[in-house]
């Protein structure tokens, strides 16, 4: 029996290995790195995690004389980094937006359209987030295109 379960997590682990996509962990050919993060819990903890890896990773490759696209995407719980009136990174996601052009952040209008269901009308978001259909969805094709995921 534990012989059969070791076969089964090898083949998993084989055919996940298969299915990663080809472009994974290498430069595009414009030389440009790209790296998605994205964020689903309300903890300021996970917020401030996600702008200082944003940060970190700006800075590394601008200190190396290359060029890096950040993208957040916020989801589920984490849409709440992003919301005007209840973010509790307000301030910093602010002066991030307007000092790290390189990094943009979305939020998933489906998760917008389950809050404006439950609390009766749309939350405000703050200035300069833009919206995607699907979260999940936006990080699949940024993930096809080469872009690398992670979640901190």
Known sequence: ????????????LAALAASVSP???????????????YITEPSMEKMNSVLDVAANVSRHYSEIGEEVEIE????N???????????PVKKRLTNFM???????FQACGNTLDTVTRNEGE???????????????????????QGWTIVQP
């Open 1 to 12: 029996m534990v012989r059969r379960l070791k076969l089964m997590t090898v083949a998993i």
């Open 23 to 37: 472009a994974a962990g290498q430069v595009a050919d414009d030389g440009v790195h790209r790296l998605v993060l």
């Open 72 to 75: 957040v995407v916020a989801f």
């Open 77 to 87: 719980r984490g849409l709440q980094m992003v919301r005007a009136d209840t973010s």
């Open 98 to 104: 307007q000092s790290m052009i390189n990094v943009t």
């Open 122 to 144: 749309a939350p405000p978001l703050i200035e300069g987030t833009g919206i995607v259909q699907t979260g999940v969805a936006r990080l699949l094709e940024l993930d096809e």
